[in-house]
């Protein structure tokens, strides 16, 4: 290791970019820190050996320096001299090695002892001065220059968006058609096979698990398991390279962008699942890996009477310090960054709610919303919230600001209650699979504001939901203690996995149930990743840490059935507006040339006579048909035309007893030709049903009825 440097071997260079900026001839490097009072950056080459260099200037509190000569493909750290004293905030240790906030790229994994802790175990008021440069990973500087071709967004409007969870390494790993070396790798989720798959079903935009470089947890390590899902983030602006198929430092950002840049081209958009409310330091007894070590108290909030603890809204032991202007940079610069260097599409937001709390409260109007509200770059992609957090009034389902749409919970919890048999679901029901207007009217919302989810990454996959009554964790190694106990789930008589022709019908059917009422609510639909393919946990609601068969997609065991089926009702949206209206429903008569013309919607019992407000609030309706107008649809199409689509009705029996519904009378249409029975046997060709005519609608199902035209 060499300590001295050069002073002829550092240009002073600018202090923007913040991270490392490769431009052919050099490096520029920059790194903010209000404490420092000395910053050294740290040159690493291929065999571990250290060259550090002080950085010579800073300029509002970002120290700087150009090193002429240093190369895509270098790996770096830095060591900052400053306070260190953790009732005061202050965690600066020049022998801790720190990855760069702003790496673009980094190389290795954590090797979890001792030095990479500021403390020495057992007494977390004493200080380690240990160096933890050999079991740090490090930041690598890329090279930014990346033929995109003729990439161009696809930009699809909200409502015509069928949003896919996935994880990288989950829905890659098993597929047969993928070579063997690239399963699990972006290459992956570029390969033709996986395009083709998300084009069959009628997917818009793939919504990517946490890419964003994370830690592996020791406490998991430990128990020979890892942090699967990712939400540990380090490297807020580096994409993972457990992802990457080659282990070239800062390949995996050219392997993403060209994943990327192949879903661009089958017009597939990306949209990223970003963690900005944490990072994987944890709290005081976390190790120091790199902004704890930059400077604690801006990157970090702090408890106000003693600083030597964190405040956790998150679960996970820290929360981002979004009421420093650094913090709040860091995080536009990154979102800024993936959109104009990697392409991406949009982004949702992990436990949002905590990029609210500026103070205490969230404040759905606090300085982290207005930078996103005015930033030319960052407002114009898809802004996806999780609208809660842990800590209090974290609930805000409804509740931000206009630009936003949002995962609805309530989507979610009242589908799943409406197709169990609950009572007192009825009128929610209708509520939300006509887009929440009670949620998301007030704030100038549309009906896209609502991000439909029946299930999601967090909880039970569809076919487990209808076959689990309880959670079955025992995998993860803490006695079934973790994960949700409360899944509004129905197991159809029997516990997991069994041969009862009956049950296996009726589990199948329940899927069809769950994936047409997702696909033909308005709003955005999203599938989680395997659900059209029947994919099983087990049982297991919280596969966090299971990188195995439990979470993976089994490929070679796929329902093709429920996957043909979900294409054909995907398709059905596609064609039709009236599933996509990009209003909400008035019910008011939608008048036509003078002429009174029929409702927008309206609510029929199963006896054919319109709901009155004694059938919402009767508590033990579990029946319902609805007439969705699609002549009147008041919205044009991008050509500026005016869209007419046919007429539906949509009749849902969640009664345990097939039920005879009556089609509303010539009023509404003369003539209805079935298109969807979930209940239905493969290749029933059903014959049109005439006006105010009955209709069986079977016992736990929808029919789905298209209006025929003369």
Same mark, same amino acid.
């Given at each position: ?8 071997e550092v240009?002073?260079g600018?202090?923007?970019p ?10 520029n490097?920059?790194?903010?820190s209000?404490v420092?009072?000395r910053v ?6 291929a ?10 200037e ?23 001299? #400053? ?7 202050h965690?600066?240790n ?5 990855l760069?906030p702003y790496s ?8 979890w ?10 007494d ?6 240990e ?19 003729n990439?161009r967004?696809?930009q699809r ?16 790993e ?10 699990g790798?972006y290459a992956?989720i570029?390969?033709p ?5 998300l084009?069959?079903? #009628?997917?818009?935009?793939?919504e ?8 592996? $947890?020791s406490t ?5 398991l890892?942090n699967y ?17 080659s282990?070239?430092?800062?390949n995996q ?5 060209a +994943?990327v840049?192949?879903?661009?081209e ?7 699942d970003v ?9 005081h ?7 704890? #070590? ?6 970090y ?9 964190? +405040?956790?809204?998150?679960?996970t032991?820290?929360s ?11 995080? +536009? ?7 104009t260097?990697?392409?991406v599409?949009?982004?949702?937001? $992990? ?9 205490y ?13 005015q ?8 802004l996806?919230?999780?609208p ?39 009128g929610?029901?209708a ?7 009670d ?25 487990d ?17 973790? #994960?949700e106990?409360?899944n ?10 069994t ?6 019908a ?6 069809r149930?769950f ?7 308005q709003?955005?639909p999203?599938i989680?990743?395997?659900?059209e393919l029947?994919r099983?946990?087990g049982?297991?609601n919280n596969?966090?840490c299971q ?24 398709m ?5 507006p009236?599933f996509?209206r990009r209003?909400f ?10 002429a ?11 006896d ?14 579990k029946?319902?048909a ?6 009147g649809i008041? $919205? ?13 009705v ?26 969807v029975d979930?209940?239905?046997e493969p ?5 049109p049903?005439?006006?105010?005519e009955?209709l069986k ?10 209006a025929?035209?003369?």
């Amino acid at each position: 290791m060499s300590s001295a440097p050069n002073p002829a071997e550092v240009w002073p260079g600018k202090a923007y970019p913040l991270g490392s900026t490769y431009d052919g001839s050099g490096t520029n490097f920059a790194v903010f820190s209000e404490v420092a009072e000395r910053v050294e950056l740290c040159l690493f080459d291929a065999d571990g050996n250290e060259t550090r260099y002080s950085l010579p200037e800073v300029d509002g509190f970002v120290w700087h320096g150009f090193l002429p000569g240093i190369e895509s493909g270098q790996r770096y750290g830095y060591r900052i001299h #400053g306070p260190y004293d953790p009732a005061e905030g202050h965690r600066c240790n020049p022998n801790k090695l720190l990855l760069d906030p702003y790496s673009k790229a980094i190389d290795g994994n954590f090797q979890w002892e001792q030095s990479l802790f500021g403390y020495n175990f057992g007494d977390p008021d004493s200080r380690n001065d240990e160096d933890s440069a050999a079991a740090m990973p490090k930041s690598v500087v890329i090279n930014p220059f990346f033929d995109w071709g003729n990439d161009r967004p696809p930009q699809r409007e909200y409502a015509d968006s069928l949003i896919y969870e996935a994880h990288v390494k989950g829905l890659t790993e098993t597929h047969p058609a993928i070579p063997d070396q690239i399963r699990g790798t972006y290459a992956a989720i570029g390969h033709p096979a996986i395009i083709e798959h998300l084009k069959g079903l #009628g997917v818009t935009a793939i919504e990517l698990m946490p890419v964003h470089h994370f830690a592996n $947890d020791s406490t998991l390590i430990d128990k020979g398991l890892s942090n699967y899902w990712g939400y540990n983030t380090i490297g807020f602006f580096a994409p993972d390279s457990k992802y990457a198929s080659s282990p070239t430092p800062g390949n995996q950002v050219q392997e993403f962008k060209a +994943m990327v840049r192949a879903l661009h081209e089958a017009g597939i958009e990306v949209i990223l699942d970003v963690v900005y409310n944490h990072t994987a330091e944890g709290n005081h007894m976390g190790p120091t890996l790199s902004m704890r #070590g930059i400077d604690n108290a801006a990157y970090y909030r702090l408890v106000d009477d003693d600083k030597r603890y964190y +405040m956790d809204y998150t679960g996970t032991g820290n929360s981002l310090n979004v009421g420093h202007p650094h913090s709040l940079q860091l995080i +536009m610069d990154s979102l800024r960054y993936w959109v104009t260097e990697m392409h991406v599409d949009g982004f949702r937001f $992990d436990l949002a709610s905590t990029l609210a709390r500026e103070f205490y409260d969230v404040d759905r109007l606090s300085t982290f919303f207005e930078l996103v509200q005015q930033d030319p770059t960052v407002s114009q992609v898809k802004l996806i919230a999780e609208p809660w957090d842990v800590g209090p009034g974290g609930y805000q389902v409804g509740n931000f600001p206009p630009q936003w749409t949002e995962w609805n919970g309530k989507y979610r919890d009242t589908v799943r209650d409406f197709w169990r048999g609950e009572d007192a679901s009825l009128g929610e029901f209708a509520s939300r699979i006509t887009g929440s207007a009670d949620l998301y009217e007030h704030t100038a919302r549309r009906p896209v504001a609502s991000i439909n989810f029946v299930t999601a990454h967090d909880g039970f996959t569809l076919r487990d939901l209808v076959s689990y009554n309880d959670k079955h964790n025992e995998a993860n190694g803490e006695d079934n203690n973790d #994960g949700e106990s409360h899944n509004r789930s129905w197991n159809c008589g029997v516990e997991g996995p069994t041969d009862d022709p009956e049950i296996v019908a009726l589990r199948a059917q329940q899927q069809r149930n769950f994936l047409t009422t997702l696909l033909l609510s308005q709003g955005v639909p999203m599938i989680c990743h395997g659900d059209e393919l029947g994919r099983t946990q087990g049982g297991n609601n919280n596969g966090y840490c299971q990188d195995n068969e439990i979470t993976w997609v089994d490929w070679e065991t796929a329902d093709q059935a429920l996957l043909e089926f979900a294409g054909t009702v995907s398709m059905l949206r596609a064609d039709h507006p009236v599933f996509r209206r990009r209003r909400f429903f008035t019910g008011r008569p939608l008048r036509q040339r003078g002429a009174k013309g029929r409702p927008d919607i309206s609510w029929f019992r199963p006896d054919g006579t319109e709901m009155s407000e004694e059938d919402w609030d009767s508590g033990f309706g579990k029946s319902v048909a609805v007439y969705l107008n699609g002549q009147g649809i008041p $919205d044009l199409d991008p050509r500026g035309h005016r869209v007419t689509d046919d007429s539906f009705v949509v009749c849902f029996n969640a009664h345990h007893e097939p039920i005879e519904f009556t089609v509303p009378s010539e009023e509404f249409g003369d003539l209805w030709q079935p298109v969807v029975d979930t209940a239905a046997e493969p290749g029933a060709e059903p014959a049109p049903v005439p006006a105010a005519e009955a209709l069986k609608v079977g016992a736990r199902s929808i029919v789905v009825l298209q209006a025929v035209s003369k």
